[in-house]
């Protein structure tokens, strides 16, 4: 998402969108790393049903990665 467009509450809207088009992929699971100072999108992927399964450190920044399995 455009930066400028961030912090209006779009952001789930924007998402629903993108996951809809990797379901038409037939996607049965969704995998993502956010890192964890981006505390806006880890709320926007938790409330879309991401739970964090790992966690790792590159270059002193700290990443989730979060699983989504569609049912």
Aim: proline share 3%; net charge positive; aromatic share 12%.
């Amino acid at each position: 998402m455009k930066p400028e467009r961030t912090g209006r509450g779009e952001g789930m809207a924007f998402f629903t969108l993108i996951l809809g088009q990797l379901r038409a992929d037939r996607s049965p699971a969704f995998r993502l790393t956010v890192a964890d100072f981006n505390e806006r999108a880890i709320r926007l992927y938790r409330k879309a049903g991401f739970r964090e399964t790992a966690s790792f450190t590159r270059n002193d920044t700290r990443f989730l990665v979060m699983v989504k399995k569609e049912i």
